[in-house]
């Protein structure tokens, strides 16, 4: 399939996990790929990376919770390639711990990152999305499903991306820009030990999140997010897709 050819997309959380195997499926399918993630290191070789699969690869260190660095990052995507066709937000972070010990700080850097993170990508990318008839793949949860303990400021997120997720696609949807979200059930990335699970953690009640198969890896997830960029989900807006196996069911 080569759904991406000239197309450019821009991937937030693309140095690693899911950000990472989405960027490598769009070049595989002949895409342009700005990739923005705030680990300079990890980010290093993707964009050759990129390259070695067939697409065009560019990359900028992006903090995603800071809005001049967003509005800075779309800006050079543009630059860089001319346009925008699709922006895939995956940057993000979990923290775990019992709700009455949660420190402010940390509540607010989750909100900061996954929620802002996600509006700021957005405000700046919509009126270049908009020119091209563009769209947003968005990281929700199998979270915002199928409650698990421990995470009240990451289910908060996730419920947030959702929601404003689906509230963009019909302000936006008669302009032409879609707005949908992938929601991953748990998946095998570095996300899968997070720091800040408690030492009493009852796994029971976290067994809620495990797929009936086991925990996948980051490119079952990448395979939805294609279907939602290409012109395949051409009528498919405001809608999310639980990548979950059969978790939520
Ligand atoms: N792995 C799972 O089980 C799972 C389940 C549901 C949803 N998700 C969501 O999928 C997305 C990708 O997660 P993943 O599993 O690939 O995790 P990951 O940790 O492998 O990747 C997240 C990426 O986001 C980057 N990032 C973190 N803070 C950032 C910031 N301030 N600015 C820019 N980049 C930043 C990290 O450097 C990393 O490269 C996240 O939004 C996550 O919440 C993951």
């Known amino acids: 399939m080569e759904r991406f050819e000239n197309k450019v997309v821009l991937v937030t959380g693309a140095a690693s996990g899911i950000g990472r195997a989405a960027t490598e499926r769009i070049a595989r399918e002949h895409g342009r790929v700005y990739c923005a993630d705030v680990n300079a290191e990890a980010l290093g070789d993707v964009a050759a990376r990129v390259a070695e699969l067939g697409g065009q690869g560019a990359s900028r260190v ?11 990052t779309v800006a050079a995507c543009v630059e860089r390639f001319g346009r925008v066709d699709a922006l895939v937000n995956m940057a993000g972070i979990i923290r775990m711990g019992h709700t009455e010990d949660f420190s402010v700080e940390t509540w607010q850097q989750v909100l900061d990152i996954n929620l802002s993170g996600t509006f700021y990508m957005c405000q700046a990318a919509i009126p270049h999305l908009l020119e091209v008839k563009g769209n947003i793949v968005n990281a ?15 289910a908060a997120s996730k419920g ?8 963009l ?12 979200s992938v929601a991953p059930g748990s998946i095998d990335t570095s996300m899968a030990a ?8 009852d796994f029971k009640v976290l067994s809620r999140s495990m797929a009936l198969t086991g925990q996948a890896g980051p490119e079952v997830i990448a395979n939805a997010i294609a279907y939602l960029a290409s012109d395949d989900a051409h009528h498919v807006n405001g809608e999310h897709i639980l990548v979950d196996g059969a978790t939520v069911a």
Do not use: Q, W
Request: overall charge positive.
């Open 194 to 201: 997070p720091p800040g699970l408690p030492e009493d953690a």
């Open 160 to 167: 947030g991306i959702l929601t404003m997720s689906r509230m």
């Open 140 to 154: 929700a949860s199998s979270i915002c499903f199928r409650a698990t303990p421990y995470a009240a400021a990451y």
């Open 62 to 72: 992006c903090d995603v919770s800071k809005v001049a660095d967003c509005r800075a």
């Open 169 to 180: 696609a019909v302000e936006y949807g008669k302009r032409g820009l879609r707005v949908n």
